[in-house]
C-alpha cells in the first residue's frame, strides 16, 4: 500500500531504509495523530499504528503470495509483521511523544 503511494508520488521506488524508516512513518504518524486528535486519546495512537501496519502487510502478502495456498499467507503475515516490527515501533514511538507534548496534550484536551 505504502510502497505503491510512494513510486506514485515520487515516479520511482525507494530504498527499502528510506521507505521504512522515514516515509511510512511520516504518512502513518500523521494518522495516527490525526485519530487521536479526533477520538481525545492517547491510547488510539498504539491501535491505528497496529491495524495500519497489519493491513498493509497484509495487502503486501495477499498480493506476493496469493496462489500459494492459506497456510503461506498466514505464516507470511506473521513474518512480514515482525519484519516491521523496529520500523512499527519507531512509528509509535514518534507519534505518541508528539500527542503527549504538553501543547498538544493541554491545547487539544487529549487524555
Given amino acids: 500500500m505504502f510502497k505503491d503511494m510512494a513510486f506514485y508520488i515520487f515516479g520511482k521506488p525507494l530504498d527499502s531504509f528510506v521507505q521504512l524508516f522515514i ?22 495512537v498504539f ?24 497456510g503461506t499467507l498466514i505464516t507470511q503475515n506473521i513474518l512480514f509483521f515482525f519484519q516491521k516490527f523496529f520500523s512499527m515501533f519507531y512509528e509509535i514511538i514518534v507519534a505518541y511523544t508528539i500527542v503527549k507534548l504538553p501543547y498538544v496534550h493541554s491545547k487539544f484536551k487529549i487524555v
Avoid: C, H, M, R
Wanted: glycine share 6%; net charge negative.
Fill in 23 to 44: 516515509f511510512e512513518p511520516f504518512i502513518i504518524g500523521i494518522i495516527a495523530i490525526a485519530i487521536a486528535l479526533l477520538t481525545k486519546k492517547s491510547w488510539t
Fill in 47 to 70: 491501535i491505528t499504528i497496529i491495524l495500519i501496519n497489519l493491513i498493509d502487510n497484509f495487502l503486501v502478502v495477499n498480493y506476493q503470495f496469493s496462489g500459494e495456498g492459506f
